[in-house]
């Protein structure tokens, strides 16, 4: 660590270096017609790409001020007169007289267009923009986001309305499955390095980096159709108003994590800290294809076998021994950031850049338990136990994050804008797990080291055009993405003896592989995406009521290859267990020492250990991904109060998954390939009741497509489960008829109080089960008849500005604003698969209900501010379950998170922040019984509170 932050330092004094300035400059004038002299009342003065300005008086006169030293053009404009752009140099403490005249335009005046840029990183910006929309859309500001102290988008996004948040990083909006919300960055589709799922991992995009998040909840033709509770597009943050340097240090105490001197870890740990891969976890350079690797078990005569396995024993000293693990006490988490804004101007153009630059290294320590049940006893009340483990869990996390945005603005309604967003996550997880296996009728002892690292890139070159009469634009995007998952080494051992015995533990072994016998996983997930997007708005003609008619029309195109590959490899006896002549009580690091790696030349029935490679074809496959979408959208008024838009949507899949055949010789190279084209409809019908009431109705029909990792023949073994999760080449797509209807009142500036009722109807909806296997329970996908899910959602955001005349004590409570959301939902699966545990249900990762409540303190006089939010889920279906085997639910959990700011003068700031306040245990149960009356957890952990203080320096 002590690397880390030296380097860290090092960075910042090389990239940012930065005079502080204690004065500002102006500038002033007068605005008049250059013919007649007469002064231009409220003409518009505004500093070119941000959103300073002003409004010239009764007598043309101007005054900009607090603008820093530097170059800015300035933009004055007035109704059918020609614009200006003026450059003007600006000192500290001096004032810059510019006088302008302007002259009549020799166009029409419904050709004058005046446009200024607009904060979105504000709340009052962001209510602006959602009274603004046409369809059904909630969202959260990055005025916001700095109240609290929310890490990343993922804890973020929660406190919007009907959303939750599965696995830390997966977004569940109105209860529904993460599979059925998509993700945009900037616009753009975003990418998944998830080898499971496509969903867009959420935790990897932190908080500092974020402008807003809108979430998208009712289709429109602009809108991928692949959705069904929501389309959340996060917009990272662009523009630079103003020079400025901002350097961040934050620390955080982690309950039984930080300090404890029972936290293990593998290895020794030097390089975790960069979060790069490096090459201990590296397949060794000598081992050979899987093909020739097993071609090494093939043996013709005694000298055939001698000198393959000599081969086989160099490979597999090859792997090393690395299975030590060692005792540590985490320091406290860290983080720090370091954030630029430049803007200059060449020309009649300006500039910004905005970078920041992230870093956080932070350690977790949990104690769970995971259960199976193989049979309730109801009358005897007596529980079988397919098997009951408890885990000691160890991580350790190190974050790099950059972003870096140019943008360019120039003439009256230009902008080009080039996006840069990279994060690299490395993760290092070690897990202890013991107790009884009782379909093997033993006590067992498990240990798993693996590391992880997760990276993604994406580019984005796009701009944005006004052109025309009216409000017309064209905006267009050009990306790229990459993204990988590499899950090098993932080592997993097991010790055993007979169950409630006092024998030692013995290391288990066999013949053949089998991934928990010294079992090593090397896999790789690389996947890129090429992207293309085009979208027009325009003012058609005028209708009856003389009221604009506007068009919106667009194109998609998108690529995406997928690549994964995973190789297993196992610890085994080659001549079986009776041959092997080494000591299996040691501990690991001991007993897979390069000296128990041999064959006895002199005696056959004489080994050690070997390796082998019990990898399948079936393991590992290729996905090509091609989206070709066009949409055509109208917006008619029907009235001064009433808009109706709508139009269509199409999209063509072309899909094929390939690269997974087990035996080719025998058939077995069939392709799995999808190409579907589909027409999906939308209408959006938003009354004004007046400017503060607003009813907006929507119907629009989407898709759910099958994930990639769903659509192979793959199985693989998850410690965390201690199950096998696998694929399914059957699924097929889900198609969903979504109906909304919404009222808003908007009492105040930066206010919303909102209503909603939702109900869908899904056909062949994608569930995930718990299914019955050989040795326990396994995990797949199947598709559903039919479903449907409805409910009512509440959200508030009211100041309490009326306490300002309440004399007294109570007087604070004018800075107190509330942010309350609340969502009530029903739905039911209708199915008559044969191993359904019923006939009708409620949906897989639905919630029953939703509470997020935020309670915010700014004081701007005392430079203080307080965030006080608690979130809370209703029980929902985990996985669901077959006729032996009842579904798993995950029970509700209170969340409840503190966080104080405080200024310290201009440029400094501290926080105090307490994470999960309350600290619930998080719990999956099964229920069993008569009516399944009694509760059994099948898997508990409690995730731990954390403490954090920082402060920030802005320059």
Not at 582 to 605: G, M, Q, S, Y
Request: contains cysteine.
């Amino acid at each position: 660590m002590k690397k880390a932050k030296n380097l860290f330092i090092a960075l910042l004094l090389l990239l940012f270096v930065k005079n502080t300035y204690s004065q500002t400059g102006s500038i002033k004038g007068i605005i008049t017609d250059s013919l007649t002299g007469e002064e231009l009342t409220g003409a518009t003065i505004v500093v070119q790409g941000t959103t300073k300005g002003t409004i010239a008086g009764f007598d043309g006169s101007y005054m900009l001020d607090g603008l820093t030293e530097g170059t800015y053009n300035i933009i004055y404009d007035f109704i059918s007169y020609d614009q200006q752009i003026v450059k003007c140099i600006v000192r500290p403490g001096e004032t810059v007289t510019v006088n302008i005249g302007l002259s009549s335009a020799s166009i029409g005046l419904d050709e004058v267009v005046v446009k200024k840029a607009r904060r979105t990183s504000s709340e009052m910006a962001l209510i602006s923009d959602i009274k603004s929309k046409e369809g059904i859309v909630s969202g959260i500001s990055a005025e916001q986001i700095q109240k609290g102290q929310d890490k990343d988008a993922a804890e973020i996004v929660r406190r919007v309305s009907g959303v939750t948040i599965n696995n830390g990083r997966f977004v569940i909006v109105r209860g529904l499955n993460h599979r059925y919300n998509s993700v945009l960055l900037n616009g753009v589709v975003a990418p998944s390095f998830e080898t499971g799922s496509r969903a867009f991992s959420l935790d990897i995009l932190p908080s500092n980096m974020i402008e807003n998040m809108m979430v998208f909840k009712s289709p429109a033709p602009e809108l991928p159709a692949d959705f069904a509770g929501a389309a959340i597009n996060i917009v990272t943050k662009q523009n630079a108003d103003k020079n400025e340097l901002k350097l961040s240090y934050s620390a955080g105490y982690k309950e039984n994590a930080t300090f404890n001197h029972n936290f293990l870890a593998s290895g020794n740990g030097k390089h975790l800290w960069h979060g790069f891969e490096n090459s201990k976890h590296s397949l060794p350079q000598m081992v050979p294809s899987t093909n020739e690797f097993n071609s090494l078990y093939e043996w013709k005569n005694l000298t055939d076998y001698t000198s393959k396995m000599n081969q086989v024993i160099d490979i597999s000293k090859g792997f090393g021994n690395n299975w030590a693990t060692r005792s540590k006490a985490p320091i406290p988490d860290q983080g720090f950031s370091t954030g630029i804004q430049r803007r200059f101007t060449l020309g009649k153009a300006s500039f910004g850049n905005i970078t920041s630059l992230n870093y956080k290294y932070e350690s977790s320590f949990t104690e769970a338990r995971r259960t199976e049940y193989e049979n309730y006893d109801q009358e005897n009340k007596l529980i079988t136990y397919d098997f009951d483990y408890s885990d000691i869990r160890s991580s350790q996390t190190s974050t790099i994050g950059l972003i870096h945005n140019w943008i360019m603005i120039f003439g009256k309604s230009q902008k080009i804008e080039f996006r840069n967003f990279f994060n690299n996550m490395g993760e290092s997880f070690l897990s202890l797990r013991s107790g009884n296996y009782t379909y093997n009728s033993e006590d067992a002892k498990l240990i798993n080291h693996r590391y992880r690292q997760r990276s993604i890139y994406s580019g984005q070159l796009a701009g944005k055009h006004g052109f025309g009469k009216g409000p017309a634009a064209v905006d267009w995007t050009l990306g790229y993405s990459t993204v990988g998952n590499n899950e090098p080494d993932n080592r997993i051992i097991k010790y055993a003896r007979e169950i409630n015995s006092n024998d030692p533990y013995i290391m288990k072994v066999d013949k053949e592989v089998n991934v928990f016998n010294g079992g090593r996983r090397y896999q790789t997930l690389m996947e890129t995406t090429t992207s293309a997007s085009v979208n027009l708005i325009s003012g058609l003609f005028q209708n009856a009521g003389n009221l604009p008619v506007t068009l919106k029309a667009g194109a998609y195109y998108e690529k995406k290859h997928r690549d994964f590959n995973s190789r297993l490899f196992g610890i085994i006896a080659p001549r079986g267990t009776q041959a092997l002549n080494v000591n299996l009580k040691l501990e690991p690091d001991e007993l897979l020492v390069a000296d128990n790696f041999f064959i006895d030349e002199t005696n056959i029935n004489r080994t050690g250990f070997a390796y082998k490679d019990g990898s399948r074809p079936s393991d590992s496959y290729q996905i090509s991904n091609e989206i070709t979408a066009a949409y055509l959208g109208l917006k008619i008024p029907l009235t001064k109060f009433a808009d109706l838009y709508g139009g269509i949507r199409s999209e063509r899949l072309n899909r094929l998954t390939y690269d997974f055949y087990e035996d080719i010789s025998v058939g077995d190279s069939i392709d799995v390939s999808t190409d579907t084209l589909n027409i999906f409809p939308s209408a959006n019908l938003t009354v004004k009741i007046s400017d503060k009431h607003i009813i907006r109705f929507s119907y629009g029909k989407t898709v759910n497509h099958p994930e990639f990792r769903e659509l192979s023949p793959a199985a693989y073994y998850d410690f965390d489960l201690n199950a096998i999760v696998h694929g399914n080449i059957e699924l097929t797509d889900c198609y969903i008829d979504n109906f909304d209807a919404r009222y808003e009142w908007y009492p105040n500036q930066g206010e919303m109080i909102s209503i909603a009722g939702f109900y869908k109807f899904f056909y062949n909806p994608i569930e995930l089960f718990l299914i019955p296997a050989g040795t326990g329970y396994d995990y797949k996908s199947f598709n559903t008849e039919k479903a449907y899910s409805k409910g009512l959602e509440i959200d508030v955001r009211k100041k309490l500005l009326f306490f300002e005349n309440v004399p007294g004590p109570l007087f604070f409570l004018k800075d107190l604003s509330v942010v309350a959301n609340a969502s009530v939902i029903e739905s039911n699966i209708s199915t008559e698969l044969p191993f359904a545990r019923e006939a009708h249900r409620v949906m897989q990762g639905q919630s029953p209900y939703i509470v997020n409540l935020g309670v915010y303190y700014n004081n701007p006089k005392s430079g203080s501010r307080l965030n006080i939010s608690y979130n809370k889920t209703g029980k929902r279906i985990a996985y669901a379950g077959t006729p032996s085997n009842p579904h798993t639910w995950e029970l509700p959990r209170n969340s409840l998170d503190i966080n104080l700011v405080k200024s310290l003068g201009k440029h400094a700031e501290i926080n105090f922040g307490i994470k999960d306040l309350l600290n619930n245990n998080v719990r999956f149960v099964q229920y069993f019984g008569n009516d399944e009356k009694v509760e059994l957890p099948t898997h508990e952990f409690k995730p731990n509170r954390r403490f954090a203080a920082g402060i920030s320096v802005t320059f």
